[in-house]
């Protein structure tokens, strides 16, 4: 082992290069197939949920904004709640495989009872029930089975699959890994978008339930066969109970501040597109005219939207690797700045033809972020305390953002839906409810500007971890 000068002069010098100095470590084929796989079906899954279950609950079981937003606190808090016991409970065995595969199967499973629940059925099971009650127990158990899909989802996906990506990369490799992590999300939102969509309009959401639901079991029986643990992770002999509260513990947060300061941006900018993603297909189709049944997908717009696809996500790998060879600190705020001033143009756009440029701004900006926080994020996160510290992660990325945001939008809806022709939408049932108006991405801006007041106060830290963080507290 090198002295301590050696070592200071090793720490400022990996400074000095964003943290990047030497060679990046291998990924091997084997972790780099897992990481697309599960990330990619996790995504996929989370994206119907986040987008076609509001949908379908608003169009096809009735229900109102609010129950949206309803909806996704609940989730949320289940998402929070579930990580924190099955992220410590994946510390405490010291195992994160069996978590992952046997809840991608349950998870699976969770997903094809959708496939069963509609106002026809409810009507059956409560004969004589007038249409409001068999209404409101619709939208009641759309809500509960949420939440049940939610705890399978988050314990394989939340807290043991980001744990186990965590334990299998280092602060090296991570930009290049989160790079391809925030691809998957795009790549599973074209996914959706079209095959769901397409599917709900040709087969109805039951069959696309159950077919979604086959492939995320398939994905769970795979990964018995393909996950390995990391070497180093072992198993925490702490009481279990009182690791559920390790992230709360004043001592560790002030030991960990960077930490806390990178999930403060993290939250912010989530709470930020929370204001408008539960409600963003809704607007595109109720404000914008924009049909999802009747895409008319000529030739030359596939293939225009390929190459811009493609182009896209050269450029994102290729970002991440700059990220792991320059350091975070010179990007982030550039970064957050074109998320805000996206956001802030799609407001004023009346026509997809100036909305999707408006909304490539911000997703690029959102893109640029996701890599730099997400990396940095694993790179000041104690090594031992992963699973741990999933929960606290949840608590900032998932149950705030999506309690707060969904709930901003839905205000903002409310107060000024009647100020526009688009702003009342006639469901399948004849109701009248308000739908999402351009205000909602104002609100998104405004709220976004936020976020650099943590990325400034990190910018002058220092975004990158001097070593590999280990236990403190």
């Not at 992770?233 to 001592?251: D, M």
Request: proline share 4%; with cysteine; charged share 15%.
């Amino acid at each position: 082992m090198s002295g301590t000068t050696g070592k200071t002069a090793e720490k400022k010098q990996k400074k000095n290069t964003g943290g990047a100095a030497g060679a990046s470590s291998r990924i091997s084929r084997r972790t780099w197939f897992n990481v697309v796989l599960f990330g990619l079906m996790g995504q996929i899954a989370w994206n119907v949920e986040n987008m076609y279950f509001n949908t379908f609950l608003f169009n096809r079981i009735g229900g109102t904004t609010r129950d949206i937003n309803v909806m996704v606190a609940a989730s949320a808090a289940t998402a929070v709640i579930t990580t924190f016991l099955m992220g410590a409970l994946s510390d405490r065995i010291g195992k994160r495989k069996p978590l992952i595969s046997v809840g991608y199967i349950l998870w699976g499973v969770s997903v094809m009872t959708f496939a069963f629940i509609s106002r026809e059925n409810t009507a059956r099971i409560l004969p004589g029930a007038d249409a409001a009650r068999v209404l409101a127990v619709t939208v009641s158990m759309v809500v509960v089975m949420d939440c049940v899909m939610t705890f399978m989802g988050s314990t394989c996906n939340d807290a043991a699959f980001n744990a186990w990506l965590t334990d299998v990369t280092d602060k090296t490799n991570r930009g290049r890994v989160e790079s391809v992590n925030t691809i998957l999300p795009l790549a599973a939102m074209l996914l959706v978008t079209v095959g769901f969509g397409m599917g709900a309009t040709a087969l109805g959401y039951p069959a696309c339930f159950i077919g979604l639901g086959l492939l995320v079991i398939f994905c769970g029986v795979l990964g018995l066969f393909t996950i390995k643990d990391a070497p180093h992770v072992r198993k925490n002999s702490e009481n279990y109970f009182k690791e559920l509260t390790y992230g709360f513990r004043p001592a560790v947060i002030r030991a960990n501040a960077s930490l806390y300061i990178l999930l403060a941006a993290q939250c912010i900018g989530a709470i930020a597109m929370q204001v408008i993603v539960p409600y963003i297909f809704i607007y595109l189709q109720h404000y914008m005219g924009f049909d999802f049944n009747n895409l008319n997908l000529s030739p030359a717009i596939i293939v225009v939207a390929v190459v811009a696809v493609g182009a896209a996500v050269a450029a994102v790998l290729i970002f991440g690797r700059v990220v792991d060879r320059f350091g975070k600190d010179r990007f982030v705020i550039p970064a957050a700045i074109l998320q805000t001033a996206g956001l802030a143009l799609a407001y004023p756009m009346r026509s997809l033809l100036g909305f999707i440029p408006a909304a490539a701004i911000f997703g690029v900006g959102q893109v640029m972020i996701g890599i730099m926080l997400g990396a940095a994020v694993r790179d000041h996160t104690p090594r031992d305390k992963v699973g741990s510290f999933q929960g606290v992660r949840m608590i900032f990325n998932v149950l705030l953002p999506m309690v707060i945001g969904p709930k901003i939008g839905s205000l903002v809806i409310e107060r000024f839906a009647q100020n526009h022709a688009a702003g009342t939408y006639i469901n399948d049932y004849g109701e009248s409810v308000a739908a999402p108006v351009p205000e909602i991405f104002l609100a998104a801006a405004i709220v976004a500007v936020f976020t650099l007041i943590p990325l400034i106060v990190m910018r002058r830290r220092g975004f990158e971890a001097p070593e590999e963080a280990e236990e403190d507290g």
